[in-house]
């Protein structure tokens, strides 16, 4: 029998085997394509950049030779560059916070019936759908001393003629940018939230609350455990926008005033397009990917949604 | 008089007229010449850059369809921001694509240019076409500064832009007024002020006469543009960039100290946030009657007479209030700052650089450039000595004749942009340094950080090529006041 049977399972299963080899091949062959396009896309700039970072062009040499780490080792006593890094962490650990928590709050409210919610949530999300370049202009508007409307609405509240120059005193020019910024990206933690909440499942809820809990008990206890997934992700997403911020501290203030407000992407703007320093931009655009793919891969660990 | 749109008409005829002469007429003519030339070409498209805004509205509504009519040569206008255009040429260089045929350049970024090759030689297409006759006629400032980089033309000066002081001559004339100025100092009200000195304590007495209404003076304080305020004041204050020996900048001396402190003692006299205002604001305040002094571009005083104002292109231009009541002059210290400009320049990877030199050619010759130096809406300022002198421009309004007197003493006194091996570094130091003043910063600990910048900047850049580069803008008439 086992004489006899080995062939015929051998047999057997020979067909398939054969085919699952083309099927791979195949498969293979099919995403082939896409693969090539993703490396060209992600990959190739990458590598380009380091190749670049070693080199030493500028506006006026075009120094192909290898230079190591020269740029790098410029980087790191660039204090201009670290105030940069500062400044983009200061906006970070005030305006992620504050929109999560305002997101959150105003989640809360959306989630229970009222008239008139879908307007209010279409009129909500309208600052995520404008352009943050715009919505810097708008802002800068806004906070106009001459042309602008909220120095005149302070002026009736408190009586008198205020002037506070928003995007020139040091005092007021971080508020301003955390308005503008906070106003911008508030609708965005909003809407994920509501969609988080609303997916929680009821009945545990109200089991809670006939166990007795109260409302915030029972949001601490059941409802941000289930959304907390969601909750990671939004700060990871909001958290990775902020470490790029641009737009609308361009818009506002072009990191001025001098460089009190200029971000990480600010900076390597102005060095690779204003000044041409485009290997020393190069470098500094690598020093950054690997701070923020270790912190994306730490996030990711630590919250384990990784899996 | 108001130039409306039936004016507007008659001068677009007219430079078609002139383009379209009979052949014999114009046969000297560079005009004639570049647009016989260029229908070899005829069909084809060119590009060229153009400041975006109200500066494109000249090729856009007026110069480009008639070169188009008079050659059969289309014009692509690629509008660019100003703060951009530099980044954008040279990265169109680098990239060879020969996207940009003709270029808008301002002169002081032309040496950088001619150093990384993005500009063509333009005298083999001077000679060629016999325009070195014409170029001789543009004002000698323009000329003999913003034309040639080592001796040779990469661009032409095709507009005048020159700082020139506004003032009201009804508040300045105003006896209580002068009564006022002559009890708290001493001397008889000067019109119009001719020291800096004199230029606050008119502007001081007036805002303390009038209660504000209007203010003595007003002045756009955005970095970008003070940046030229800062080069052209310290420079009348006696200053010097640089130690031509060590190129150790010398910004932070005593005429760098005076010139900060005396705009923050200015600042007083004038409306509150005046550290905010741009160039929009600035005419505002100006042509609405809030201001009764301030120094800015030729611009201001076209729109503060109703030049061409009710034309839709400047709907936004507030309705002058001042027309008739408006002088022009000097600025403090006699020598204004010829701030930016423009030259057309030949890109050098154009795959059409004939018949975009011809265009250029064609744009900056004295019978078209005088009627497009008259358009009110499209920014570009006379530089030509018969530009100056042109009746036609002279009876445009009342006071014309000042106003292109003061501009053609502008074009004799001014003083060159500061213009090295990547200026706009060294700009962006004193840009950055200026918001800082406004923020409350120390100005000599300011001035102390902009020296240290440049010299940073100087080190990064190489002293001894640096050192070339400024001693060859440093060797010319107008780069400080003689």
């Known amino acids: 029998m086992a004489v006899t049977s080995a062939p015929r399972v051998e047999v057997a299963h020979a067909p398939p085997r054969s085919r699952g080899v083309g099927d791979r091949g195949f498969r293979y062959a099919m995403i082939a394509p896409a693969v090539v396009v993703i490396l ?4 190739f700039p990458l590598v380009y950049t380091l190749i670049v970072s070693a080199q030493n062009i500028t506006m006026m040499e075009e120094d192909t030779s290898f230079h190591g780490l020269m740029h790098y080792r410029a980087l790191l006593a660039d204090t201009r560059f670290w105030q940069a890094v500062l400044h983009t962490l200061l906006f970070l650990v005030i305006a992620l916070p504050a929109q999560l928590v305002l997101g959150l709050l105003l989640a809360l409210l959306f989630l229970e019936r009222m008239p008139g919610k879908q307007v209010f949530v279409a009129l ?27 120095n005149q ?52 809820t109200e089991a809670a609350k006939l166990d007795g809990a109260g409302f915030w008990t029972t949001f601490f206890r059941v409802t941000l455990p289930i959304i907390k997934p969601v909750v990671w992700i939004a700060l990871l997403i909001r958290g990775l926008d902020l470490f790029r911020l641009f737009d609308v501290v361009w818009g506002l203030t072009q990191g001025g005033p001098g460089t009190m407000t200029e971000t990480v992407s600010i900076y390597a703007y102005v060095l690779a397009f204003k000044q041409f ?28 949604i990784a899996r | 008089m108001l130039l409306r749109r039936r004016d507007f008409h008659a001068l677009a005829m007219g430079a078609s007229a002139t383009a379209l002469l009979s052949r014999r007429a114009l046969a000297a003519s560079a005009a004639a010449t570049a647009v016989e030339a260029a229908k070899q070409y005829s069909g084809e498209e060119i590009t060229i850059v153009w400041e975006a805004g109200l500066q494109s509205l ?44 003709a270029l808008n350049v301002i002169p002081a970024w032309m040496p950088d240019l001619v150093r990384a090759g993005a500009l063509e030689p333009l ?25 040639t980089v080592g001796g040779t033309i990469y661009g032409f000066p095709d507009d005048g832009d020159v700082f020139v002081l506004y003032y009201r001559t009804d508040v300045l004339g105003d006896p209580a007024i002068q009564a006022a100025f002559k009890a708290a100092k001493g001397y008889d009200l000067p019109v119009p002020p001719t020291t800096w000195e004199q230029f606050y304590d008119v502007a001081s007495v007036i805002t303390e006469t009038t209660g504000g209404k209007p203010f003595g003076a007003g002045q756009f304080r955005e970095a970008p543009y003070m940046q030229f305020m800062f080069q052209e004041r310290f420079r009348n204050e006696g200053g010097r960039f640089f130690d031509p020996q060590t190129m150790k900048a010398t910004v932070n001396g005593p005429a760098g100290l005076k010139t900060f402190q005396g705009w923050l003692a200015e600042n007083k ?22 201001t009764a002094m301030t120094v800015s571009w030729p611009p201001y005083g076209r729109w503060a007479a ?153 080190e990064r850049i190489g002293v001894d090529k640096q050192r070339a580069a400024y001693e060859e803008w440093a060797s010319k008439p107008n780069a400080y006041p003689a």
């Not at chain 1, 759908?129 to 042309?147: E, K």
């Not at chain 2, 090729?59 to 921001?81: C, D, H, M, Q, Y």
């Not at chain 2, 002059?329 to 011809?358: D, I, N, R, W």
Request: include cysteine; proline fraction near 6%.
């Open chain 1, 40 to 43: 060209l896309i992600g990959l």
């Open chain 1, 124 to 150: 909500l999300v309208l600052p995520v759908v404008t352009s943050p370049i715009i919505a810097g202009a708008l802002w800068r508007l806004l906070f106009d001393n001459r042309f602008g409307p909220i």
């Open chain 1, 153 to 204: 609405i302070l002026s009736w509240l408190v009586g008198g003629e205020v002037t506070i120059l928003w995007t020139v005193n040091p005092g007021f020019v971080y508020p301003a940018i955390l308005i503008a910024e906070i106003w911008q990206w508030t609708p965005f933690m909003f809407l994920l939230l509501l969609a988080a909440l609303a997916s929680v499942d009821q009945s545990l």
């Open chain 1, 277 to 304: 320093e485009t290997s020393y931009a190069a470098a500094l655009a690598v020093v950054i990917i690997v701070l923020l793919s270790a912190a994306v891969m730490w996030a990711l660990r630590r919250v384990e």
């Open chain 2, 58 to 101: 000249d090729p856009l509504n007026f110069s480009g369809p008639k070169w188009k009519e008079a050659t059969g040569i289309s014009v692509k206008v690629i509008e660019v921001a100003t703060a951009e255009m530099f980044t954008k040429i040279l990265q169109e260089h680098r990239a060879g694509s020969g996207a940009y045929d």
């Open chain 2, 123 to 147: 005298d083999p297409f001077v000679d060629k076409y016999g325009y070195r006759e014409e170029l001789q006629e543009i004002a000698p400032v323009y000329r003999d500064n913003q034309m």
């Open chain 2, 269 to 290: 006299v004038m409306p509150k946030g005046v550290e905010t205002w741009g160039f929009v604001e600035n005419l505002a305040a100006f042509l609405q009657g809030d």
């Open chain 2, 306 to 458: 109703g030049y061409g104002t009710d034309e839709a292109a400047l709907a936004w231009v507030p309705r002058s209030q001042i027309a008739g009541k408006v002088g022009y002059a000097m600025p403090p210290g006699g020598h204004p700052q010829l701030a930016a400009g423009f030259s057309l320049c030949v890109s050098s990877s154009s795959k059409k650089k004939e018949a975009a030199y011809l265009f250029i050619q064609w744009l900056n010759s004295q019978e078209v450039s005088l009627q497009r130096v008259q358009l009110p809406f499209a920014l570009r300022d006379p530089f030509r000595d018969s530009h100056f002198a042109s009746e036609e421009y002279r009876n445009r309004w009342p006071e014309a004749p000042q106003y292109l007197a003061a501009l053609q003493a502008g074009a004799v006194n001014g003083l060159l942009d500061l213009s090295l091996i990547q200026t706009d570094r060294y700009e962006e130091a004193l840009r950055q340094g200026i918001s800082k003043l406004w923020a409350g910063g120390d100005p000599q600990g300011i001035l102390d950080e902009i020296a240290a910048q440049w010299d940073s900047i100087t």
